[in-house]
Every structure is written in C-alpha cells, then in structure tokens.
C-alpha cells in the first residue's frame, strides 16, 4: 500500500467514526435503526459472498447459521429475572435456566455454535457441488429453524423471546462489522484466499497444484458461519426479541441478492450493495403508501407497490450490469483516482492516437 | 525415481488401464504416446491421487505413494500440467504462479523461482497482473508450465501440452520442456504429437487401449514401423 493511500484510508476510518458520533447525537431511531441494519447485512453478506463468491460453493444455508447465533445471544444475555416471564408454557431447562453469559461472550459463543453447526453439516454435503450443495444447506438450514422451534425449554419455541437487552448499539455493531471486513480482506488476500479462488475457478487444478478440497471449502464454510452466527447475535440483541419465524429460508435470499447485486467475489461490492438493498427497501416504503397530487389520488400507490419497483430496479441490474456492480473487482483508491482523472485520461488517449 | 508396476484402474465397469508398468529414471525425458482413449491421462492422474485405482503399485525414489491423497504427492515434489492448461482464469497470471507455491514456506526462495519462471517466459512477467483467462492459448500453456514449476517439482507431468497451439508455438514449448529438463526436472511427456515428444525423449512408452504395446529409446521408436504407421502418418511398406 503507497502511503498516500495508508493516509487517505485513515481519514477514511476517521471520517466513520465522526459519523457515527454525529448519527448517535442526532439522528433519530427510525435512520439509527436502518443504519444498523445495513452493517448487519453487510456481515451476512461478506460471509455469505465469502463462501460463495470467493470459494464458489453454492450455499443457501446463512439463514440457520444466523438463527443459532441469535438464539444464542437471546438465551444466555436474557436476564435471569426476566426469563419465567418469556418461559410461561414450559420453564427454561434446568441446565442454562441460571446461566446468564455476558453480551460479548455471548455473540462469541454464538458465533462458536454456528461454526461447530456448519462442520457437522458440511463434513457429508461438501462433497456434493453446484445446485445440490444448495439444495441439501438449504435443507439443513430450515432443519436448524425447525428444531430451533421445537425446542419448547431452551428456545421457548414458536414463542420466540423477548425482552432482549439492546446491548447491541450503533458502537457495537459498527465495530463488529469493521473487524470482519477487515479480518475477511486479510483472509482473501492471504494465500488461504488464493486457494479458495483456486477453488472456485478449477477443483482439478486446485487439487493437482496440492490444495486440500475438502479442509479449505469446510474451513470457508465454517468461517462464513462464525460471523453470521455473529451477526445474527447482534441482530438478535438489536431488535431485542428473537422469533423462528424470521429465520425462514427466504431470509438467505436477502443475503444472495445483496452478493449477486454488489459481485460474487468483491468485498466492497457486497458492502456497497448491502447499503444499497437494505437502505432502498426502506426509503421506498414511501410508495407502499397511498399518494394524492392535486386532490387526484394516484391508484398505483398501495402496499406491494414498493416490491414491484425494487424487482425493476433488480431486473435492470441484472440486464445491465450481469458480473453485479462490482464483478470480482475491489474499490481502491486507485480505482476513485482513475475515475476522478478519467476526463484527462481521455484527452490524454485522443492524443496518442 | 518414478516407478510404476502392473497399475490397473477403472471407471466403474470400463477398465482404463489394464496392468502397466513403466519407469521413469531420474533427469530424464520419458514420453508416453497413444491414441484417444488409450490410458495417457489416466495414468497420470492416478500418479497425482486424483483417481484411485484398482491394483498396483506406484513407487517414488523407492517409497510406496499408491492411493496418497494429492497434496502429500505434490509435496513430494511430483507435479502435473493438466490437459487443457486449466490455469485459474479470473486470477491474475502473478496468483496463478503463486497458487503453485502454495505447499512451500521459503518466501526467500520462491521469489528466486518466480524470477527463473519469469525468465524462462518473459510474456508472463509482461502480463503479471493480467487475468489468466484473457491470455492467448499458448501463452496459457506458459502460465500453467510455469505455474507447475512454482512448486519446485523434481518430476513434472505434462498432459498434451501441445493441444491446441499452433506449431511454432508448440516448437518453443517443447524447446522449454529441454531447457527446463536440463535444469534437473525430469519430465514425463504425454502426447498425441508423437512425432515432437519421441524426438525429444529418451525413451518412449506407446499406450493401446489401456496396455503398453510397445517400449523402447526415443529415436528407436521414432523409426519403428508400427509407431510410424499408427502415429506418425507414415504408410507401412507392403511385404510382398
């Protein structure tokens, strides 16, 4: 790295951290709420794209890997007092009916589950490749879900559990995502993540040039899983309540369209795409609500009518920009500078030629 | 160094290889020519662990490595340049070379071996931070010899590194795969292209559906009437 951009990366970080002063002091908890939940997108996404862009398995099981972190944090950071009033159909086991973990431990423990989780799943289904892979994690990722709900003692089951400590601030969570970006662009740029790639382009090569398959897909797998485990803790501990319900199988869709939209294999697409997807579905809520101009109602504009818009937008995408908005590409600084002196270049190339 | 005695593997009910043995001595170029079908890749890919097979033994400097999984092999110091090239394309030609390396730790002398790569293939260091996949067929071929060699092998496999090319291109390949040789790799060739592996080989195995027909020293195979008519283009003389 040059040292002007170690410089311009820094003021970067800065400028983050006075942002999030500014939006703690004066922004309200509706865009508070929105921003937290694009940084807990983002950790599912770069986790997802991570074992799907980068190692170029095909899986759709970040929804159950999610729901174990959430539970987790929800269990063991509920206080004690608070627990016979959540547990009223059946009381908490025995065994963790006392045990109250503090929120850290608990998001690590979660994340810890989570990845245990995906070794047990993925030591039998990573043999299998492409659509099957997706088929059979999408499988175990609703097994997860159903258990989860019938665990009526240790989960509360379809009950779900409330009054969570929001211990998960703004600070939290930000945090949280800046280490995992920065941890997952050290792993990619590591020789671990040149064997994922390798991975992804060509099994055979890979395995002829004495890449172990099968230890690095369940590691990418399982490292995917740790911070989803995470994020969904800190999602868990941000909207204070759990429910099964909320980790049903289309949540992974949410997840594979913000890595399909940003570029399978770019960190800072997923990140950008993460905002883009999560922030837009909400600032279009607008057009959910009935609309009048003039005293003349407009019929389009009733519920649903925001999902058909965000589909648009995706089908544009897709038809316009088919590798995602990033392709497998990183933003650098030498990417912006190029596009801030692409006019001179221009000029510049009219006369060579 | 590389032997291999009475191997036989199959595909389910089809018998690839039917027993097999051949040696490959140290430092030198040992080719492997036959026709589609006839067991070349097989047998290669049966040396690297990536198919099992069904009985024999495959020895290296007289260690059993039959059925070891391929990472162990590769750092045993066999390596093997996949038919097709396979270089990894959405990776630059500089990740491609260093996935080579990828089962060594001496930083210090895998720069060294990025330098002699670059040297033998100057197109490579031009185009170090090109994509792979954008590369021109032959120069991929480079890519995917060189990126054998990142691994420091002391026997390189090389499965038809001539499909595909255009014959000038081809003739600067096998002019490499002697260069390369001299500096101590023995190589096992596999070709189609029997006329330019036999030439430069020291000794030669000709495959039949699965069985070795024939064996001999390079030049000797070069002139035997068999060899010629069957792969060389060459018409028998009539003995009447």
Same mark, same amino acid.
């Given at each position: 790295?040059?040292?002007?951009?170690?410089?311009?990366?820094?003021?970067?970080?800065?400028?983050?951290?006075?942002?999030?002063?500014?939006?703690?002091?004066?922004?309200?908890?509706?865009?508070?709420?929105?921003?937290?939940?694009?940084?807990?997108?983002?950790?599912?996404?770069?986790?997802?794209?991570?074992?799907?862009?980068?190692?170029?398995?095909?899986?759709?099981?970040?929804?159950?890997?999610?729901?174990?972190?959430?539970?987790?944090?929800?269990?063991?950071?509920?206080?004690?007092?608070?627990?016979?009033?959540?547990?009223?159909?059946?009381?908490?086991?025995?065994?963790?009916?006392?045990?109250?973990?503090?929120?850290?431990?608990?998001?690590?423990?979660?994340?810890?589950?989570?990845?245990?989780?995906?070794?047990?799943?993925?030591?039998?289904?990573?043999?299998?490749? *492409?659509?099957?892979?997706? $088929?059979? +994690? /999408?499988?175990?990722?609703?097994?997860?879900? =159903? &258990? @989860?709900?019938? #665990?009526? !003692?240790?989960?509360?089951?379809?009950?779900?559990?409330?009054?969570?400590?929001?211990?998960?601030?703004?600070?939290?969570?930000?945090?949280?995502?800046?280490?995992?970006?920065?941890?997952?662009?050290?792993?990619?740029?590591?020789?671990?993540?040149?064997?994922?790639?390798?991975?992804?382009?060509?099994?055979?090569?890979?395995?002829?040039?004495?890449?172990?398959?099968?230890?690095?897909?369940?590691?990418?797998?399982?490292?995917?899983?740790?911070?989803?485990?995470?994020?969904?803790?800190?999602?868990?501990?941000?909207?204070?309540?759990? *429910?099964?319900?909320?980790? $049903?199988? +289309? /949540?992974?869709?949410?997840?594979?369209?913000? =890595? &399909? @939209?940003?570029? #399978?294999? !770019?960190?800072?697409?997923?990140?950008?795409?993460?905002?883009?997807?999560?922030?837009?579905?909400?600032?279009?809520?607008?057009?959910?609500?009935?609309?009048?101009?003039?005293?003349?109602?407009?019929?389009?504009?009733?519920?649903?009518?925001?999902?058909?818009?965000?589909?648009?937008?995706?089908?544009?995408?897709?038809?316009?920009?088919?590798?995602?908005?990033?392709?497998?590409?990183?933003?650098?600084?030498?990417?912006?500078?190029?596009?801030?002196?692409?006019?001179?270049?221009?000029?510049?190339?009219?006369?060579?030629? | 160094?590389?032997?291999?005695?009475?191997?036989?593997?199959?595909?389910?009910?089809?018998?690839?290889?039917?027993?097999?043995?051949?040696?490959?001595?140290?430092?030198?170029?040992?080719?492997?020519?036959?026709?589609?079908?006839?067991?070349?890749?097989?047998?290669?890919?049966?040396?690297?662990?990536?198919?099992?097979?069904?009985?024999?033994?495959?020895?290296?400097?007289?260690?059993?490595?039959?059925?070891?999984?391929?990472?162990?092999?590769?750092?045993?110091?066999?390596?093997?340049?996949?038919?097709?090239?396979?270089?990894?394309?959405?990776?630059?030609?500089?990740?491609?070379?260093?996935?080579?390396?990828?089962?060594?730790?001496?930083?210090?002398?895998?720069?060294?071996?990025?330098?002699?790569?670059?040297?033998?293939?100057?197109?490579?260091?031009?185009?170090?931070?090109?994509?792979?996949?954008?590369?021109?067929?032959?120069?991929?071929?480079?890519?995917?010899?060189?990126?054998?060699?990142?691994?420091?092998?002391?026997?390189?496999?090389?499965?038809?590194?001539?499909?595909?090319?255009?014959?000038?291109?081809?003739?600067?390949?096998?002019?490499?795969?002697?260069?390369?040789?001299?500096?101590?790799?023995?190589?096992?060739?596999?070709?189609?292209?029997?006329?330019?592996?036999?030439?430069?080989?020291?000794?030669?195995?000709?495959?039949?559906?699965?069985?070795?027909?024939?064996?001999?020293?390079?030049?000797?195979?070069?002139?035997?009437?068999?060899?010629?008519?069957?792969?060389?283009?060459?018409?028998?003389?009539?003995?009447?």
């Amino acid at each position: 790295m040059k040292k002007q951009d170690k410089i311009l990366t820094v003021i970067l970080l800065a400028a983050l951290f006075i942002f999030l002063i500014i939006a703690n002091l004066f922004l309200d908890a509706y865009i508070k709420r929105v921003l937290n939940l694009c940084a807990i997108y983002t950790i599912l996404a770069l986790s997802m794209n991570l074992i799907n862009g980068f190692t170029g398995l095909f899986s759709l099981g970040h929804a159950g890997f999610m729901a174990i972190g959430a539970y987790c944090v929800g269990i063991f950071t509920l206080p004690i007092s608070v627990r016979p009033a959540n547990f009223y159909i059946e009381p908490m086991h025995p065994a963790i009916a006392n045990v109250e973990l503090p929120f850290f431990v608990a998001l690590l423990l979660g994340g810890v589950l989570a990845a245990f989780f995906a070794f047990l799943i993925g030591a039998p289904v990573l043999r299998l490749r *492409d659509d099957y892979l997706a $088929i059979a +994690t /999408l499988g175990f990722s609703e097994i997860i879900r =159903i &258990v @989860l709900t019938n #665990m009526q !003692s240790i989960t509360n089951g379809p009950l779900g559990i409330k009054n969570i400590p929001t211990t998960a601030n703004m600070w939290w969570i930000y945090g949280v995502t800046l280490v995992t970006v920065i941890f997952l662009v050290l792993l990619i740029s590591s020789s671990y993540g040149r064997a994922f790639k390798a991975i992804r382009e060509d099994e055979i090569a890979a395995q002829a040039m004495g890449i172990n398959l099968f230890r690095h897909k369940i590691l990418s797998f399982m490292i995917g899983a740790f911070f989803a485990g995470i994020a969904g803790g800190l999602y868990a501990s941000m909207l204070s309540t759990v *429910d099964p319900k909320n980790f $049903i199988f +289309t /949540l992974t869709y949410n997840f594979l369209l913000i =890595i &399909v @939209l940003g570029g #399978m294999g !770019s960190v800072s697409g997923t990140i950008i795409s993460a905002y883009i997807v999560t922030a837009g579905l909400e600032i279009m809520r607008f057009f959910d609500e009935p609309l009048s101009i003039f005293g003349v109602s407009i019929p389009l504009f009733r519920p649903g009518l925001r999902m058909v818009i965000f589909s648009i937008c995706l089908m544009i995408i897709v038809l316009f920009f088919r590798n995602g908005l990033m392709g497998n590409k990183e933003l650098n600084w030498d990417m912006l500078r190029g596009l801030f002196s692409k006019r001179s270049k221009r000029i510049k190339g009219g006369e060579a030629r | 160094m590389l032997k291999i005695e009475n191997l036989t593997v199959s595909y389910g009910g089809i018998e690839a290889l039917k027993g097999i043995d051949l040696e490959v001595p140290e430092g030198s170029i040992v080719t492997l020519i036959g026709a589609n079908g006839a067991g070349k890749s097989t047998t290669l890919r049966t040396i690297m662990g990536l198919v099992k097979c069904k009985s024999g033994k495959i020895t290296y400097k007289g260690e059993d490595i039959t059925g070891a999984p391929s990472p162990s092999i590769v750092a045993k110091g066999i390596t093997l340049v996949p038919e097709g090239r396979r270089v990894f394309p959405d990776l630059t030609v500089l990740e491609n070379l260093k996935i080579g390396a990828y089962l060594r730790n001496d930083h210090a002398q895998i720069k060294k071996d990025l330098e002699w790569v670059y040297e033998l293939f100057p197109r490579l260091k031009e185009r170090s931070w090109q994509l792979a996949g954008t590369l021109s067929g032959g120069e991929q071929q480079m890519l995917a010899v060189g990126r054998a060699l990142m691994s420091r092998p002391k026997i390189m496999m090389m499965d038809e590194p001539s499909l595909g090319l255009a014959p000038l291109i081809v003739k600067s390949i096998f002019s490499i795969i002697q260069e390369i040789n001299k500096n101590g790799v023995t190589i096992l060739l596999i070709e189609q292209n029997a006329n330019m592996a036999l030439r430069i080989a020291d000794w030669g195995y000709v495959l039949e559906t699965g069985k070795i027909v024939l064996a001999g020293k390079g030049q000797d195979l070069l002139q035997n009437e068999d060899v010629k008519s069957a792969y060389l283009g060459k018409k028998k003389e009539k003995k009447d």
